[in-house]
């Protein structure tokens, strides 16, 4: 492997999004939390950049860290969780067991990746992305496209109904 | 010269070069900062019928500001006891970044730009986005009801007005054919999209407004009901990271603004082509600008209720009606 750019960007975000991910996990507060899930989700966006996937890394940031996160702190915030700090400790020996799962599922998955059979398709997706990818989805995909507008609409449909019938249960009370 | 240097191999030389370029944006930036807000005051003084800054370096008051930064600097820093301490810290920093990373794909002039993304457009929305973090968090971080308030109003309002926005920029979108911000300026060599697309660029106007929470959409530091909104408890330096990104995307709304709808760097008519093109882009820039100001010093503050329907209820309709007549436009005289 030469070392370029592209390796030193690449370690940077990819280590910013384990730590991430692993600060979710180990931290107390639930806000913290977040905060650490939007570092990973933008890290996971650079790392889309470098594979030069500039619209889905700029939808990433727009929907993942942008939309779903802020909605994930809104509720948060505004309900006040209460700080279950207490952890189950467990013995010794689950802990060698913990132990010896993870090195063997980092085993399993090195050798399923490492032979994994890649075929290298020839394909210009990277120079024009964003309208290679539109013309994918108006001709080739264009009834899953639809498929899932009506999905998505039939959602919003519902969500607005769930939130109607509140409003009306409250008004009788 | 930009793109060259970026694909050429990494070293300490192009890292420096970088650093230094980035570094002498940033001092333009606070630069434009510094007397925007002396241009701001001077305006609204005017409108108001009276001087604005008048004392501090010259009839002008053009050392105002500058002093006004320095009171900030040596100001004592506070963190409430009670505040959550790392996040506190954090949330202006996590406010002001986005509004400089923005900076980067702005087409200032042919040659002068940073960055000259495919998804130009969509990258200064998913960023500009971001700010919303900074604001939100630093809003609960304080342990503080009305900067909570405050955080929660301008997350609110930033998401609600966010989607007119992008609605109202589809119509460009449509007609140049790209997101690339280049492309899209030279797709105005035959007409400013503000001319071929006015009911989207009057949606975008407002919507920016909304977006940098400046009059008549400042809710979220209201001061006579919020105090200052997500900023109360804010002191000294870390209180000047938050007003400095709102001033650096009222920079980068102008630019914007100006490379959507007026046509960037292009000179209005073929026999002005003799005047640089960065000339053309700074009149533009510094009239959006002085628009701003204006609106600033003319409206009162919208009422919260109404705020959301506004969004919701008039701005997006008329985006999507404005995309889809954009599209039979399109489909019928291109």
Same mark, same amino acid.
């Given at each position: 492997?030469?070392?370029?750019?592209?390796? =030193?960007?690449?370690?940077?975000?990819?280590?910013?999004?384990?730590?991430?991910?692993?600060?979710?996990?180990?931290?107390?507060?639930?806000?913290?939390?977040?905060?650490?899930?939007?570092?990973?989700?933008?890290?996971?966006?650079?790392?889309?950049?470098?594979?030069?996937?500039? &619209?889905?890394?700029?939808?990433?940031?727009?929907?993942?860290?942008?939309?779903?996160?802020?909605?994930?702190?809104?509720?948060?915030?505004?309900?006040?969780?209460?700080?279950?700090?207490?952890?189950?400790?467990?013995?010794?020996w689950?802990?060698?067991?913990?132990f010896?799962?993870?090195?063997? &599922?980092? =085993?399993?998955?090195?050798?399923?990746?490492?032979?994994f059979?890649?075929?290298?398709?020839?394909?210009?997706?990277?120079?024009?992305?964003?309208?290679?990818?539109?013309?994918?989805?108006?001709?080739? =995909?264009?009834?899953? =496209?639809?498929l #899932?507008?009506?999905?998505?609409?039939?959602?919003? #449909?519902?969500?607005?109904?769930?939130?109607?019938?509140?409003?009306?249960?409250?008004?009788?009370? | 010269?930009i793109?060259?240097?970026?694909?050429?191999?990494?070293?300490?030389?192009?890292?420096?070069?970088?650093?230094?370029?980035?570094?002498?944006?940033?001092?333009?930036?606070?630069?434009?900062?510094?007397?925007?807000?002396?241009?701001?005051r001077? $305006?609204?003084?005017?409108?108001?019928?009276?001087?604005?800054?008048?004392?501090?370096?010259?009839?002008?008051?053009?050392?105002?500001?500058?002093?006004?930064?320095?009171?900030?600097?040596?100001?004592e820093?506070i963190?409430?006891?009670?505040?959550?301490?790392?996040?506190?810290?954090?949330?202006?920093?996590?406010?002001?970044?986005p509004?400089?990373?923005?900076?980067?794909?702005?087409?200032?002039?042919?040659?002068?730009?940073?960055?000259?993304?495919?998804?130009?457009?969509? !990258?200064? $929305?998913?960023?500009?986005?971001?700010?919303?973090?900074?604001?939100?968090?630093?809003?609960?971080?304080?342990?503080?009801?009305?900067?909570?308030?405050?955080?929660?109003?301008?997350?609110?309002?930033?998401?609600?007005?966010?989607?007119?926005?992008?609605?109202?920029?589809?119509g460009?979108?449509?007609?140049?054919?790209s997101?690339?911000?280049?492309?899209?300026?030279?797709?105005?060599?035959?007409?400013?999209?503000?001319?071929?697309q006015?009911i989207g660029?009057?949606?975008?106007?407002?919507?920016?407004?909304?977006?940098?929470?400046?009059? *008549?959409?400042?809710?979220?530091?209201?001061?006579?009901?919020?105090?200052?909104?997500?900023?109360?408890?804010?002191?000294?330096?870390r209180?000047?990271?938050?007003?400095?990104?709102?001033?650096? !995307?009222?920079?980068?709304?102008?630019?914007?603004?100006?490379?959507?709808?007026?046509?960037?760097?292009?000179? *209005?008519?073929?026999f002005?082509?003799?005047?640089?093109g960065?000339?053309?882009?700074?009149?533009?820039?510094?009239?959006?600008?002085?628009?701003?100001?204006?609106l600033?010093?003319?409206?009162?503050?919208?009422?919260?209720?109404?705020?959301?329907?506004?969004?919701?209820?008039?701005?997006?309709?008329?985006?999507?009606?404005?995309?889809?007549?954009?599209?039979?436009?399109?489909?019928?005289?291109?």
């Amino acid at each position: 492997m030469t070392i370029s750019g592209e390796f =030193f960007a690449f370690m940077g975000l990819a280590l910013v999004a384990i730590i991430g991910g692993v600060l979710l996990l180990n931290l107390n507060k639930v806000v913290h939390m977040v905060v650490a899930l939007i570092f990973t989700f933008v890290s996971i966006a650079g790392i889309y950049i470098l594979l030069s996937a500039e &619209f889905v890394a700029a939808v990433q940031i727009l929907i993942y860290s942008g939309a779903i996160t802020i909605i994930m702190l809104f509720g948060i915030m505004l309900t006040k969780p209460y700080d279950d700090e207490s952890e189950s400790k467990g013995g010794k020996w689950k802990k060698i067991l913990l132990f010896l799962g993870v090195i063997g &599922f980092a =085993f399993a998955v090195y050798v399923g990746i490492y032979n994994f059979p890649i075929e290298q398709v020839p394909s210009a997706l990277h120079e024009n992305n964003t309208m290679e990818i539109g013309k994918a989805i108006y001709t080739k =995909f264009i009834i899953p =496209f639809e498929l #899932v507008s009506v999905l998505l609409l039939a959602a919003l #449909v519902g969500a607005i109904i769930l939130a109607k019938r509140e409003d009306k249960e409250a008004d009788k009370e | 010269m930009i793109q060259d240097m970026l694909q050429s191999s990494p070293g300490l030389g192009n890292f420096v070069i970088f650093f230094i370029l980035g570094l002498v944006l940033l001092l333009i930036v606070l630069g434009f900062v510094t007397f925007s807000i002396l241009a701001e005051r001077k $305006v609204m003084g005017y409108i108001q019928l009276r001087h604005g800054p008048n004392q501090v370096g010259g009839r002008w008051g053009l050392l105002q500001t500058v002093a006004d930064v320095l009171k900030l600097l040596l100001k004592e820093d506070i963190i409430p006891k009670l505040a959550d301490r790392p996040l506190f810290i954090l949330a202006p920093i996590i406010a002001f970044a986005p509004s400089f990373m923005v900076l980067a794909t702005i087409p200032f002039t042919e040659n002068f730009q940073f960055a000259d993304l495919n998804v130009g457009l969509l !990258y200064y $929305v998913a960023i500009s986005g971001m700010t919303v973090f900074g604001v939100l968090l630093g809003g609960w971080a304080s342990n503080n009801k009305y900067s909570l308030l405050g955080g929660a109003r301008a997350t609110a309002q930033m998401i609600s007005y966010e989607i007119p926005l992008v609605m109202s920029v589809l119509g460009v979108i449509l007609l140049s054919g790209s997101l690339n911000l280049n492309e899209i300026v030279e797709a105005q060599k035959n007409g400013w999209f503000i001319l071929l697309q006015p009911i989207g660029f009057i949606v975008f106007f407002i919507a920016s407004v909304a977006e940098l929470s400046r009059t *008549p959409f400042d809710l979220p530091e209201s001061e006579s009901e919020l105090v200052a909104g997500y900023h109360t408890e804010y002191t000294g330096f870390r209180w000047a990271f938050f007003m400095l990104a709102e001033y650096v !995307y009222l920079f980068a709304m102008s630019a914007l603004i100006t490379v959507l709808f007026l046509g960037g760097w292009m000179a *209005p008519f073929g026999f002005l082509d003799f005047i640089p093109g960065s000339v053309w882009f700074s009149i533009k820039f510094f009239f959006v600008l002085f628009v701003y100001l204006w609106l600033r010093s003319t409206f009162p503050r919208m009422r919260a209720d109404k705020l959301m329907e506004f969004a919701w209820k008039v701005l997006l309709p008329i985006a999507l009606g404005n995309i889809f007549l954009t599209a039979l436009i399109k489909s019928l005289f291109f």
